[in-house]
């Protein structure tokens, strides 16, 4: 059960990580958003700062996320394994 924990937490974490060098190249100006327009021609615009702010956003809730499906996993790991073991957590 422990492994599959460790192994949520670095695919999850992986996904975060992806995201923000996603970020990066958008601040850095690396990528840019590409639309179909007119004869479908496609056309190239920068992506708009307050676009970048709320994919910033986000990417906090992603960490908030990660961090919460972590410990409660962690949690139900602890309470599998007591309860495999036939330990008593009562008075």
Known sequence: MTSTLFQDFNERS?????YFMFLKSLEQGATK??????????????????????????GFLLLYNL??????????????ELQNQRVSYCH
Not at 14 to 18: N, R, T
Not at 34 to 53: A, C, F, Q, T, Y
Not at 67 to 80: H, L, Q, S, W
Request: aromatic residues 2%.
């Open 14 to 18: 992986q996904e975060v990580s992806k």
């Open 33 to 58: 958003l590409s639309m179909e327009g007119k004869g479908g021609i496609p056309k190239i615009k920068k992506i708009d700062s307050e676009l970048i702010k709320t994919l910033k956003a986000r």
């Open 67 to 80: 961090v919460e499906a972590t410990m409660r996993n962690a949690i139900e790991a602890i309470f599998d």
